[in-house]
Every structure is written in C-alpha cells, then in structure tokens.
C-alpha cells in the first residue's frame, strides 16, 4: 500500500517528464526527482511509463436489452476493466417506469457490492417524468446522493427508454438546475422507424441495413436538434458515443461561441467503418448508433486532436455469439452493442505508440477530462492528493488481443486479433495492486461507490 515508483516517465494531459512518485495510504503524496526510498518499498518503473489509471464513463454491464442481458456482470466486466488499466468506471442505473430514481440507483449499486474489482459510478437513464413530472424534483437528492448525470434516449421507444422532445428541455433544464448534467444518445427515431418498415417491405434485414436504417444524417440530426435545445436553455449537454462528422461539427460550432457541450466518442468509431456491416460476421459489430464511414471516421480523429471531442468511452455492452446470431437474417433481432472496456486504453495508447496522438492526448480523453467533467475530484490525474489509481505501462511489449489475453466474459469481441503496441502491465487501484502482467490480482468488492461533486456549467464569454 506505501510504496515509492522510481525511475518511471510520468504521463499527464500536459507533459511526460521523468520522477519519482510515493504513495501513501491510497493517495499520491510526493512527486519528485530521486525521493528518499530509505524504509520504503519501491516499485522499480525503469523503461516504463507511470500512468493515471483510466476511467470509462459509459459502460453496460449485466443490462436487460435486446431480448437478453449483456454478458459482462458488474464483477466479470470490473475485473476486465482492471486488466486494461481503468480503474473507475460509469455504468447506468435504470429508471423503469414509475420508479424514483434514487430506487434505480440503489438497486445498481446493490449489483455493484462485493462485486466492484475497480471504483465506479453511475449515470441515471431517466425514462418517466411520473404525474406531474415530478421526477424532475427528485434531481437535487439525486445530485446530492453523488449522481450528477441523467441519461436519456432519443430511441428505444418499444423498449421503454425514449423520451421525446417536449421532455428533453424539462430535464435538462432541471439536470442543471439540480449541479447535474444531461447526457444523450442522439439519434431520430421517427426516421429509423420508417426506414426499418420500408427495408422490412422490401426484405433487406441483413446487417448492413442497421448501418443504413441508422446513417450519418439520422445520428446528426439528433445532435443538432439536442444541441439547439441545450444553447437555447444554455444548459450544459454531453453526447455519448459521438460518431459522425456533421453531429461533430455542430457541437464544435457551439463551443466555438462559449456553450458547455462536451462531446464523447468510442474506439469502435475510430478504428472500423460501416464497411463492416458487409462482412460475414456484420453481426459482431451490430451496436448502436452503429459506425459510420471513413469521412465520419477520420473526423473523429481530428476532433480528438483539436479538442473536439473530450472523452473516449467504451460504450461496453457485449453479447454472446449465439446471441448476435438470432439476427443474422433480420437485423432488428440482433441485441446492440460490442465490448471493449478492457481494450480502449490499451487502444489509445496504441495510438500513441504508433505516433497518431501523444500519450498526454490519450491520458487527456481516457483520465483527465471524464474526471474534470464529470466531477470526480480524487480521479484522473498524476497530483498529490489524488487516489492513487495507477498504471505502469511498458511501451514495448505487445499484446494482441484474443481469448488468451482478455478477461471479458464474452466469448468474442470485435478486438480480437487486435495488436497493441505498447501494454499496461500494472494497475494499482487507490495504491493497491489489482492487475499484474495480464492477471487480475485484486479483491473483488474492494472497487467504492465514488460520489460525484455537482458541475455547474454554463456559457462562456469567448
Ligand atoms: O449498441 C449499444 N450501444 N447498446 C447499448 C445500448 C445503447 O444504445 O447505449
Ligand atoms: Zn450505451
């Protein structure tokens, strides 16, 4: 638990400069040249870069969707998440109909005891306003119980999930009243339901046609309609798993004139393009919004190199095989969503390696700007005071991504045969050791329920 890293390069969202770093009682205390390790233990890092363990902000784990629940379990998806270098992350608390929200939160959290191998949060989906809208007033106890985002859906009307757009101003309106924070998946349900009656009629259901019932326009649309409503109201809006260039475009545009839109994308819109959808195993990569193409893609990229985007999550939500297969022929039966929380840092850094972005860009969208955003004041960086939530990373060694060096609970992944270039072969969660070389080494139940510090957003003068 007290130990001194020496002889590492340390990584932030600024610089990466050599020191030594001493931790204490779970939190960093000293950074600086040669510490005295006199009575101490010490963890040598020579050849390695020192890390501030990641946090993913947009995770689904053991989630009823699609006719099935997703495979990962708050422990199986906790203890992957620890060997891929994060150790916060962000899974949802559902809101069924007629529940108040502080019982969907409860009811997770319940998922989450003696199972939580890494710290975690939650976001709150709001799907039901209740009479009078008087969910709206459970917002401040919501804030204050350390939950300060309220997710909604723009889609998944059958399944109960969507609000429309005379709800959407209510809520977030009353997010930032409460110190919270909408955040949104944006994509228009009216044009994907007509699109998906017309292919039916017309007997296209193989899984390119969830690419083209869900396309670029469809997802920007959305973006920019929640955007509008945010700079109207100037209430703070943050779009998860952003994955086109034109909904891209108009968030950058409003934080151009001063609006707090924060803006998150996923490796999966990075790395593939629609063409995916053509391929013999379309199933695997059937998510929601689904990816889009290489124009959208390379977007993507530069909005993580001009500060566009500030956050990449993973948007983990894996199905079995069997699963993705009940809708090889008729894509409106395949459960939505790929896995990937172990993969994402690992990925960026990766990237960083092969020299696309520094390894301060991939500390910035994976630990440093969810932390900042998303109010987790002991998270995300390399600072006295922190936790210390801790990754040794060897820029040599290289994994390729399979069975034998995944932890997920899934029997497959759209990374699979991936090679990253460069691996974290440590992570210390609040100073103790929970992965090591590729073993998950800690005590599930150990990862806490992290409260959250209300954000209060709004427009700047620019
Ligand atoms: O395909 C996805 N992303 N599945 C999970 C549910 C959602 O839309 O976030
Ligand atoms: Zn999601």
Redesign the pocket.
Known sequence: MNFVIKNGTLVTGRSMYRADLEVRDGKIVTIGQELDTTGKEIVDASGKYVLPGAIDM?T?MS?P??GTV?SDSEFTGSRAAACGGVTMMFDFATQNHGMHLLDAIDSKRRQYEGNACIDYSLHCIVTDLLEDDSVLQEFPDVVAAGVNTFKC?T??KKEGLMVGDEQMPKIMTAAAQAGGMMTL?AENAGMIDYLIERFRKEGKLSPWYHYESRSELVAAEADRRAIAMAMNFNVPLYI??MDNKEGLLAAARARQEGYPIFVETCPHYLEFTCEVYKRPDAVKY????PIKGEESRIALWHGIGDGAIDTVAT?H?PFTLEEKNWGKDDFTKI????GGIENRYPYMLSAAHDGRISYSKAVEVCCENPARIFGCADKGSLEIGKDADIVIYDPEKIVVGGKDTMHTACDHSIWDGYEYHGYPVQTYLRGRLVMDHGEYVGTPGEGQFIRRQPVHYKKQMV
């Not at 459960?335 to 790929?338: A, L, M, S, T, V």
Request: aromatic share 14%.
């Open positions: 947009h689904h989630d969707f699609g997703s859906y889609v998944y998946h998860v798993h059937v998510c929601s919004p948007d939500c459960p939505n969503g790929c």
